[in-house]
């Protein structure tokens, strides 16, 4: 206590002296959690773009497998190389790009921006701490991040191209593809790893240990709960993919067998390995991450949502405790469902049913959740700006993703779903219309508070309305796609598989992919392109509105209650101007009796 | 601005800062290692009977590194209690052996590694298989100092199948199969046996820095912040114990199972 009523009155000097610390202090080597969260979204925002564009050149490829790619098609083959020949995609491309797709979107995209900027933001002002426990270490956590993306992105330019066994990158076909992309990668992976462990023990310290006075474990907002959670998740899931990589790195690079099976051929020819490694053990590795990974991708997500909703609700979330304790639920139990991922590889009927009871009961807690914010709409004088739109579209879509999971969690409709377009639709539904609506919601809402001005509020509907439909009209289709049977990952969009391919190859051959489903190829694509389109609104109103939005007229302009909004806008280095001390919960909003119908954490009882 | 809780301990907590840091950085840290030892687990149950090697690694070595390493844990704590009753003296002495055990740690799995990557399988054309250190080789012959096996089984349980003498084998490159070390790639055996001694020893030497460190210009901080300075040995302590707990578990399972 001493240190903090010690520090606090000294912060408006410090604030002065850090703004003439000089641009590389300032905005780069910036040890303040704010500048931190900052640098993260706007580099995990660029980088979710990055993924978004390698996802329509693979969109064109598969509506119109081998024909060159309009407009971009020269510069690709400019750039790339071979592998984009007279501006067509190669399959070795598609399969670099789709790759590429997957690691980026997760790794450099959604989680970085989920958890890392605006945990680094939102966190440390909501439990009313003057920074995160190790600023230093969160500066190196950032230029780590920085150090695997540039590793991720450099990999597009080396010959053979980046990686191409998918983001799962299976063993074997991940060591024998002959390209050094794994081999980046890999090394590429341990640095985004040891980046999000940094972060995972800083935030889990920070939460831990400098909450302010009086802010309590059940005073805690839901977002700074569904942050302990994820950061406990990836400390703990994420050194078994490091191991795992590690070990795939010893494949590739040292010519050890960890991953490759006795008698393994490659190409026809018997590989020049001792063998005697498992396959298996890859895919146990990877999914003891992948899964838990799920819910790192959700669970910051979720606690966006709870702050938006209970703040355009005007009313406290229903059932804090519930939600408080379904996200520790969900955060242990995602450790012991990663096998509902494998059940096709033969690992035994014993274990499946296992994993198929863990992975039934995990969505009881997500149900909750889910059921909470649905709760806490009823009987509220609902505020429609852009945040609240984009919250309320994520609770309809990301029921959707969790309800089309169920057919996927019990092994036996897995036989028939499984590799197929269905999951690449269920698990978007839960990350892009679920997750990133979240997110935008969470750019919009603490927008203000990070610059003093609002964004175009007109702009911001219009963005939310034309990523709501278009994010629909991409992924809708292909929970039909998949149904029919279409498999993922195939670099021709399946036409060899098609019932034209098939009539063509003569007597024998019967069914196959109707026209119909093959023709919903077109639709996406073009769905696609106006997704595309439709962010401009977004990119263009986040920069314009830095300058030209609208001033807020107070530090506190949604009339919130929780602590980030108890500040000067924006807050200096140091956060508050005195330090706060927190005498109720959270979501103190419409209670009867208050001058107020929103009454803040740090205000006194009477 | 400062921090809270950087060297006082919170009252609720029992813990500052950097103590709950270190803490969760282990239990990461339990989770890497534990699942480089499932991996371990995972080969070794997969491997074909008789093909998983017993008895390849010497024993009074590993012993001798053991000892040393429980040396160092010991004298660690001495060096953080000594600072504890304010004496800087005894704490240089014991955190200076601290960092010469780990020293001698990391020379003596030096010398086991080199003894690894000069050992030679080599398979015959005529089938025998040659087993030894090599000592000369150029473009015509290979000389190795070691034994000729009948079947490869012998060379896996070094238990069962203990080598007796040394002879001087030349052997001529043109009867030779195949030549290989005793390297990572040699078997999955040798591959987690590098993998996670390797990972240790990066850990041992990066521990020896930190310790080097605060036994050296570090300490500087003694004067102007004993307890600070005094924290800062607890944590890199509790490193050092959590870097010799792994090899109490790695010795036994690579080199006694």
Redesign the interface.
């Known amino acids: ?4 009523t ?3 009155p ?2 408006g000097v ?1 604030e002065a002296h850090h703004s003439d610390a000089g641009f590389w202090r300032t905005y780069i080597f910036s040890t303040d959690h704010k500048v931190i969260g900052i640098q993260y979204g706007l580099t995990s925002l660029t980088f979710l773009l990055i993924g978004f564009c390698l996802m329509l050149v693979m969109r064109w490829q598969i509506a119109h497998p081998g024909e060159p790619v309009p407009v971009i098609g020269g510069l690709l083959e400019a750039v790339l190389g071979d592998v984009a020949a007279k501006g067509v995609m190669s399959n070795e491309l598609y399969n670099s790009f789709g790759a590429m797709h997957g690691t980026i979107m997760i790794f450099l995209g959604v989680v970085p921006l989920a958890f890392a900027a605006f945990g680094n933001y939102v966190v440390p002002l909501m439990i009313g ?3 995160m ?3 230093r ?1 969160n500066m190196a956590s950032y230029h780590v991040f920085v150090l695997g993306g540039l590793v991720m992105l450099v990999s597009f330019f080396i010959p053979g191209g980046a990686a191409q066994a998918g983001w799962t990158s299976y063993s074997p076909l991940a060591t024998s593809i002959a390209t050094d992309g794994q081999t980046f990668w890999l090394i590429g992976m341990v640095l985004l790893i040891t980046s999000s ?1 940094l972060g ?3 935030f ?2 920070t939460i ?3 909450r302010a006075p009086g802010m309590t474990w059940m005073r805690l907002p839901f977002f700074v709960w569904a942050q302990f959670v994820t950061a406990f998740l990836l ?6 993919l ?3 990589g ?2 795939q790195l ?1 494949d590739k690079v ?5 991953f490759l099976p006795t008698g393994l051929a490659i190409g026809g020819d018997l590989a020049n ?2 063998g ?3 396959p298996l ?1 890859w895919q146990h ?1 990877f999914w ?1 991450l992948g899964h838990p990974e799920v819910y790192v991708l959700i669970l910051p997500a979720m606690g966006i949502v709870a702050e938006v909703i209970s703040n355009n609700t005007r009313k406290p979330i229903w059932g804090y405790k519930s939600l408080v304790y379904s996200a520790l639920a969900i955060g242990f139990l995602s450790f012991i469902v990663w096998a509902h991922h494998m059940y096709l590889t033969g690992m035994g009927t014993k274990v499946a049913t296992f994993f198929q009871t863990t992975t039934m009961i995990i969505s009881i807690p997500s149900v909750i959740i889910l059921t909470c914010m649905f709760i806490s709409l009823w009987g509220g004088s609902i505020r429609f700006n852009t945040p609240m739109l984009f919250v309320l579209a994520f609770l309809p879509m990301f029921g959707i993703g969790g309800l089309t999971g169920l057919p996927l969690g019990f092994s036996y409709s897995d036989i028939h779903l499984h590799d197929t377009y269905y999951v690449i639709a269920h698990f978007h539904y839960i990350v892009a219309p679920g997750t990133i609506f979240a997110l935008f919601a969470g750019i919009y809402y603490w927008f203000p508070k990070m610059t003093g001005r609002k964004m175009n509020e007109f702009w911001g509907r219009v963005h939310f309305w034309l990523s709501f439909i278009f994010m629909n009209l991409v992924f809708q289709p292909m929970f039909a796609q998949g149904m029919s049977g279409m498999l993922r990952r195939m670099a021709d969009g399946g036409a060899m598989y098609s019932a034209t391919a098939n009539a063509r190859a003569g007597a024998g051959v019967i069914g196959g992919l109707t026209d119909y489903i093959m023709s919903l190829h077109t639709y996406i694509l073009w769905a696609a392109v106006g997704l595309a389109l439709a962010q401009i609104p977004f990119i263009v109103n986040l920069f314009w509105s830095l300058r030209n939005g609208p001033k807020v007229k107070s530090d506190n302009p949604w009339r919130s209650t929780t602590l980030e909004w108890q500040t000067p806008t924006p807050p200096p ?2 956060n508050f101007a005195e330090p706060p001390r927190v005498y109720r919960g959270p979501y103190e909003y419409s209670v009867p009796g208050h001058p107020t119908d929103y009454t803040p954490q740090n205000v006194p009882e009477k | 601005m400062d921090i809270p809780y950087t060297v006082d301990t919170r009252p609720d907590t029992g813990l500052y800062n950097a103590k709950a840091g270190i803490w969760l950085f282990l239990a990461s840290e339990v989770m890497l290692f534990g699942a480089l030892f499932s991996a371990y687990i995972l080969l070794r149950v997969g491997a074909p009977e008789g093909l998983w090697p017993l008895g390849w690694l010497n024993v009074p070595l590993g012993t001798i590194n053991t000892l040393v390493l429980i040396t160092s844990s010991i004298t660690t704590v001495m060096a953080w209690a000594a600072l504890k009753v304010n004496q800087f003296d005894r704490f240089k002495l014991f955190h200076g052996i601290t960092l010469l055990c780990a020293l001698i740690f990391v020379g003596i799995k030096s010398f086991e590694y080199y003894d690894k990557f000069t050992h030679y399988e080599v398979t015959l054309k005529d089938g025998r298989i040659a087993d030894g250190h090599l000592k000369e080789a150029t473009d015509t012959h290979v000389t190795i100092s070691g034994r000729f096996v009948e079947e490869r089984e012998e060379l896996y349980d070094l238990h069962k199948h203990k080598a007796h003498g040394h002879e001087t084998i030349t052997i001529a490159r043109e009867d030779i199969e195949k030549l290989s070390n005793y390297g990572p790639r040699h078997n999955t055996y040798m591959a987690i046996y590098f993998t996670l001694t390797g990972l240790h020893a990066l850990h041992v030497i990066g521990g020896a820095i930190v310790i080097g460190y605060l036994w050296g210009p570090g300490s500087r901080l003694w004067r102007k912040d004993p307890e600070r300075f005094t924290n800062r040995i607890e944590i890199s302590g509790l490193f050092w114990h959590f870097v010799d707990l792994v090899w109490i578990f790695l010795f036994p399972i690579l080199y006694l199972l």
């Open positions: 206590m001493q240190a903090t010690h520090a606090i000294h912060t410090h701490a003057p920074d426990a190790f600023p270490i462990l995972a023990v800083n889990i310290a831990i240990q400098l400390l703990l899931a994420f050194p078994p490091e191991a795992a590690i070990m010893m040292a010519g050890t067998s960890f390995v001792s005697g490694g498992s053990l590795l003891f280095h140091g």
